[in-house]
């Protein structure tokens, strides 16, 4: 399983990024796929997963209404859309997936929202 994130970068407050998650190893399209961040001096956290099929998505309450999480199963990929991006926005985002009860990381990608 390897997992390959990008997208990150620096962008001023209330600005906008998508990161993507390319996969590769595992039958894609047959398991959910997510979204974590971890800031600086803080735990890992869960921000977003979509289903298989993109049949639902669901995120954490600090995230919800301005980022938007898809999968294209054709590309083997995952992105995350963030919109109204906020400071406290700024951490390490990892894309992720569970496959028989062990979690798969990518290397993560850099966000950081400042002016």
């Known amino acids: 399983v390897q997992l390959v994130e990008s997208g990150g970068g620096l962008v001023q407050p209330g600005g906008s990024l998508r990161l993507s998650c390319g996969a590769s190893?595992?039958?894609?399209?047959?398991?959910?796929m997510s979204w974590y961040r971890q800031a600086p001096g803080k735990e890992r956290e869960w921000v977003a997963t979509?289903?298989?099929?993109?049949?639902?998505?669901a995120y954490a309450d600090s995230v919800k209404g301005r980022f938007t999480i898809s999968r294209d199963d054709a590309a083997m990929s995952v992105y995350l859309q963030m919109n109204s991006l906020q400071p406290d926005d700024t951490a390490v985002y990892y894309c992720?997936?569970?496959?028989?009860?062990?979690?798969?990381w990518g290397q993560g990608t850099q966000v950081t929202v400042s002016s």
């Open positions: 979509v289903t298989p099929a993109q049949d639902t998505t």
């Open positions: 992720n997936t569970l496959i028989s009860l062990s979690n798969y």
């Open positions: 190893g595992f039958t894609f399209h047959s398991f959910a």
